[in-house]
């Protein structure tokens, strides 16, 4: 079946500017991760959606960031005011509760380049 | 919160030859560990996981263990081949044993492994 898929996969801005970047969960999954990852480093965890309960903002890092997951199903990652320091690769993940491993899938990600 | 390490950040190799990884974690109420796999251009895909009850899994050439006394688990890869060849990821979470999908992953900063032919 399809799996998590993102848009755009590649987003040039110019520093100052607003983003939105888009993810489309596996059907049915109630979970929802966003990481980025920077250049050499780790997955440095960003915002968890799970159902209807309120999302885990605590790995924003800024005021600048926020995101929202509509009718449960897709999520949009919204950074204001774009700092070069934000660029990276934008990942987002979902997970089922019914999967016994509780394994979070992955899509291809979003670039971000801040000129 | 949840503080991940992991050893080391590059690895280089002979086909053939075993490759280890090592992370360590801060939070003893971590339970679940699973191990990501990115190849290049590519998304992290999970390879293996261990949960705090066991000390030991395997699966084919790739093994993992846990030792919760000292807070630390690895990844072993032994035959390595050149598709072995990508950035390894561990983590580590406090997961609830009464189900659903609230696993917040805490990664380790990952492991480039180059297998050479």
């Known amino acids: 079946g399809a799996g998590v898929s993102q848009s755009p996969s590649n987003k040039v801005t110019e520093k100052g500017k607003d983003v939105e970047l888009r993810c489309d969960p596996i059907?049915?999954?109630?979970?929802l991760y966003w990481y980025r990852q920077s250049l050499g480093q780790g997955l440095e965890f960003l915002i968890y959606?799970?159902?209807?309960?309120?999302?885990?903002k605590s790995g924003l890092p800024s005021d600048r960031f926020s995101a929202e997951r509509t009718g449960g199903s897709v999520s949009t990652l919204t950074i204001q005011r774009t700092q070069q320091e934000d660029s990276a690769v934008y990942l987002c993940?979902?997970?089922?509760?019914?999967?016994?491993?509780?394994?979070?899938?992955f899509g291809p990600g979003t670039r971000l380049t801040v000129l | 919160g949840e503080n991940v390490e992991q050893h080391p950040s590059t690895l280089s190799v002979q086909e053939g030859d075993s490759a280890v990884i090592k992370c360590t974690y801060s939070?003893?109420?971590?339970?679940?560990f699973p191990w990501y796999k990115q190849e290049l251009g590519k998304r992290p895909q999970l390879i293996i996981d261990?949960?705090?009850?066991?000390g030991e899994k395997k699966d084919q050439r790739i093994a993992v263990t846990l030792n919760k006394t000292a807070k630390h688990f690895s990844l072993h890869i032994t035959e390595t081949q050149p598709e072995d060849s990508a950035v390894y990821f561990c983590a580590a979470v406090i997961g609830s044993n009464s189900g659903g999908s609230n696993y917040k992953l805490t990664f380790g900063k990952g492991t480039l492994l180059t297998v050479n032919p």
């Open positions: 993940a979902s997970s089922s509760s019914s999967h016994p491993r509780n394994e979070q899938f």
């Open positions: 939070d003893s109420a971590s339970n679940y």
């Open positions: 959606f799970q159902g209807n309960s309120a999302p885990d």
């Open positions: 059907s049915g999954h109630t979970a």
């Open positions: 261990i949960r705090s009850n066991v």
